[in-house]
């Protein structure tokens, strides 16, 4: 049974910075991972992917502030996040096994539950 939980989430003001881990279970490892988030009323919205040849996609409204990394050994997905601005309080979610490599939530077959990111101005 596929397992993936993240963790690292919390409350911060305006321009600090958290890191989110994901840690899998039941995969041989993250070899294409993702980070989606939600915020209330609006749609998911991908975030950062990483695919197992190391290829990375950014959403434009983070590209150099977020960066997306792994950990094989530990089967673990990160997301560091610096610059944090308060629209982007939200539910973070990890996601695994995608086809093909996109940011669109549609191509990833896992999900975890969710790790909630609130930032305040």
């Known amino acids: 049974q596929v397992q993936l939980v993240e963790s690292g989430g919390g409350s911060v003001q305006s321009g600090g910075s958290l890191r989110l881990s994901c840690a899998a279970s039941g995969l041989a490892g993250v070899n294409c991972g993702g980070w989606f988030r939600q915020a209330p009323g609006k749609e998911r919205e991908g975030v950062a992917a990483l695919d197992f040849l190391g290829h990375i996609k950014y959403a434009d409204s983070v590209q150099g502030r977020f960066t997306i990394s792994r950990d094989n050994a530990k089967k673990t997905l990160y997301l560091q996040m610096d610059s944090l601005k308060p629209d982007e309080t939200a539910m973070y979610y990890c996601?695994?096994?995608?086809?093909?490599?996109?940011?669109?939530?549609?191509?990833?077959?896992?999900w975890g539950q969710g790790d909630q990111v609130t930032v305040s101005s």
């Open positions: 996601a695994a096994y995608c086809m093909p490599f996109s940011l669109q939530s549609s191509a990833f077959r896992y």
